[in-house]
């Protein structure tokens, strides 16, 4: 089965190796101009959680490369641990959503004193709302230039402002990224996917300030490929916040559909209820943990609990991802993969290869797709074995944190250059 919405002829999608492509001309200087001799590098991220299991692997690296590591971020149940690295804490009293202009003006305040408290050489900037409010803050905190660090945005997905159609998502967009060409001007841009580095193009952010870096970087020794559950039912599981945007309904959507053919099919969903106003409820997702078929495990600290009793991940999402940081775990354990054609899910997985790619929304096509993999063991076994291998060769720890901390380094060198 191939997915309904095609591409133009000619415009196959030909996913390139993780790293910087010819879209971040960054050069290494010959000249070795003085860089301080433990640089500090400075995380703005919204949630600890987020941190903990996107930045982590870049972070430990950083700090073993020799960087003062500081992390400000709104500070809960990984707060601790991200102290227990040997990372400086810095907690922010803001929220992902829901600030409010005062809010927002409060929050970027508050950025700009810990800036000039703080000090740093660069400051890495995850997701909008960090690229956002951080530029604004750093602007404040360094009016005229002088002691400013040098700032590095990830843009991890554009959410769904940019696949969102109609007259007030158009407004939207050109809002957006009216925002980001302000946000990230005299700065640099991490992106994930190249979809998302052309569309920043597009909003007119330098094309050689943008650098692609596939992924957030994935423990190989970590998740390793995990034996298949044996009998029946088929396991499917969902991994992520409970996003209406992301598929949770057109998930389950999918598998009434087939259970309602004979199937014997279940559907397990690992994510808890998120302060986003798309988010499912806690007593929405006990409500369909309560129907035959679907488990609502909650959040689950360590996934590879889940990928033992699954044997297929599902990820029908139409939101804006990066580079979905469950489908490399999902890849990592050696299991198949169903996903959106959508940018990010076409980075891990390709079509008839490491899995299979459907139209976001079409819940049809969802549910052929699971019950051609769930006929098929050997189909899967020979899909998550492409897929570990993927992992291994383009998403791996150690080659994200390499192509991060080169990035760095070259921040540094121009940031010397400069004074």
Not at 92 to 106: I, V
Not at 241 to 256: F, H, T, W
Not at 273 to 294: K, Q
Request: net charge positive; aromatic share 4%; with cysteine.
């Amino acid at each position: 089965m191939r997915p309904k919405r095609r591409r133009r002829s000619g415009q196959r999608h030909e996913p390139r190796a993780a790293g910087v492509n010819d879209m971040a001309p960054i050069v290494v200087s010959e000249r070795a101009p003085k860089i301080a001799e433990r640089p500090k590098l400075l995380f703005l991220v919204t949630e600890d959680w987020y941190f903990w299991s996107h930045r982590l692997p870049v972070a430990r690296a950083a700090r073993d490369a020799g960087f003062e590591v500081v992390v400000a971020t709104r500070a809960q149940a990984h707060g601790e641990r991200i102290r227990g690295e040997g990372f400086r804490l810095c907690p922010l009293g803001w929220r992902r959503r829901g600030d409010g202009l005062l809010g927002a003006a409060r929050a970027i305040a508050d950025i700009a004193r810990l800036y000039r408290a703080q000090r740093p050489d660069i400051v890495h900037h995850v997701a909008l709302k960090p690229v956002l409010f951080g530029a604004l803050a750093a602007r404040l905190a360094f009016p005229r230039g002088t002691g400013a660090p040098a700032r590095l945005s990830a843009v991890m997905g554009l959410g769904g402002g940019l696949a969102v159609r109609g007259g007030l998502a158009r407004i939207e967009r050109r809002l957006l990224g009216g925002a980001l060409r302000l946000a990230t001007g005299g700065g640099h841009v991490v992106v994930q996917n190249p979809e998302d580095g052309a569309a920043l193009t597009r909003f007119g952010v330098d094309r050689t300030r943008i650098a692609l870096i596939r992924g957030s970087g994935i423990d190989t020794t970590h998740f390793q490929p995990l034996p298949e559950p044996a009998g029946e039912p088929t396991t499917l599981a969902f991994v992520g916040r409970m996003l209406r945007s992301k598929g949770v309904l057109d998930a389950v959507a999918a598998l009434r559909k087939l259970r309602e053919r004979g199937m014997a099919i279940e559907l397990l969903l690992a994510g808890s209820p998120d302060d986003n106003r798309d988010s499912l409820s806690e007593a929405e997702l006990r409500a369909l943990g309560d129907e035959p078929g679907i488990v609502w495990l909650g959040r689950v600290e360590d996934v590879r609990i889940v990928w033992q009793r699954a044997a297929i991940a599902v990820l029908p999402t139409s939101y804006g991802e990066g580079v979905p940081l469950a489908l490399l775990e999902a890849a990592a354990c050696a299991r198949p993969i169903i996903a959106s054609d959508t940018p990010g899910c076409r980075e891990i997985v390709r079509h008839g290869e490491t899995g299979l790619l459907v139209p976001p929304h079409d819940v049809d096509a969802l549910a052929e797709a699971i019950a051609a993999l769930a006929a098929d063991p050997a189909r899967r076994r020979a899909m998550g074995e492409a897929g570990r291998a993927l992992v291994e060769r383009d998403f791996a720890a150690p080659l994200i944190a390499e192509h991060t901390l080169a990035l760095y380094r070259d921040l540094l060198r121009a940031r010397a250059d400069r004074r």
